[in-house]
């Protein structure tokens, strides 16, 4: 029972805007978009997360459509270390606690030369 | 500010034996999950827990496995009687005491492999 919707694999050139879209038609109001990464391996990584409004941070932007029903994770600047596979997770009300992530299968991206 | 911690990185069992797993969280952090990579699979959540209090453990199998976060000290899986399937990546993450939205930060993972 998939919330989100991701495509299974992206390209992007290095030093290129990598942009990484997830459909999220059934959200919820209170439903917040959370992306994380997993590079080879390792420990999944908290990239950022948001509401309705636009966010951005060190790592990436991310942009939510009005209605909230997708949303679309921007790298501006990709680099080799970006190669990883890309989590879209919704989750954690405004008023809730924090709870268990459900990951799905990712966007798995590769940034080539 | 030092990250999670899961010890050990690699862990070798036969068939039969109990493993131990240990997290410590992020300083802070009284939020404690475990999640489960089996080979060429994602993420499954396993548990939830938070100091002395498991709250959520609707993705923990029903036997051999179980977990605490005492009030003192690293939270443990542990797996009894281990087989073959129970080889695969387990992460721990942690957030923090006021935590009101999903941001989970991870440690580096422990292998497991049963032979």
């Known amino acids: 029972d998939a919330k989100t919707t991701q495509p299974t694999s992206m390209d992007c050139a290095e030093g290129r805007a990598a942009n990484l879209p997830c459909n999220h038609s059934t959200i919820s109001g209170n439903e917040y978009v959370y992306w994380y990464r997993q590079i080879h391996s390792q420990g999944p990584q908290y990239i950022i997360h948001?509401?309705?409004n636009n966010e951005t941070n060190e790592m990436a932007s991310l942009i939510i459509t009005e209605d909230r029903k997708s949303s679309t994770l921007i790298l501006p600047h990709a680099t080799l270390r970006d190669t990883a596979v890309y989590y879209c997770?919704?989750?954690?009300?405004?008023?809730?606690?924090?709870?268990?992530?459900?990951f799905g299968t990712g966007t798995r991206l590769q940034v080539t030369l | 500010n030092a990250g999670v911690m899961q010890n050990p990185r690699h862990l070798v069992r036969r068939r039969g034996q109990e493993a131990r797993l240990r997290c410590s969280p992020m300083k802070g952090h009284s939020h404690v999950y475990w999640y489960r990579q089996l080979p060429e699979e994602g993420l499954k959540f396993m548990v939830y827990?938070?100091?002395?209090?498991?709250?959520?453990e609707s993705g923990m199998p029903k036997e051999r496995f179980s977990a605490e976060f005492p009030k003192e000290g690293p939270s443990i899986l542990r797996i009894q009687q281990v087989v073959r399937g129970d080889s695969a990546a387990y992460f721990c993450?942690?957030?923090?005491?006021?935590?009101?939205?999903?941001?989970?930060?991870f440690g580096p993972g422990t292998r497991l492999t049963v032979l």
């Open positions: 948001g509401l309705k």
């Open positions: 993450a942690s957030a923090p005491r006021e935590a009101s939205t999903d941001t989970q930060y």
């Open positions: 997770i919704l989750g954690g009300g405004i008023t809730g606690t924090a709870s268990k992530l459900t």
């Open positions: 827990l938070q100091k002395e209090n498991i709250i959520d």
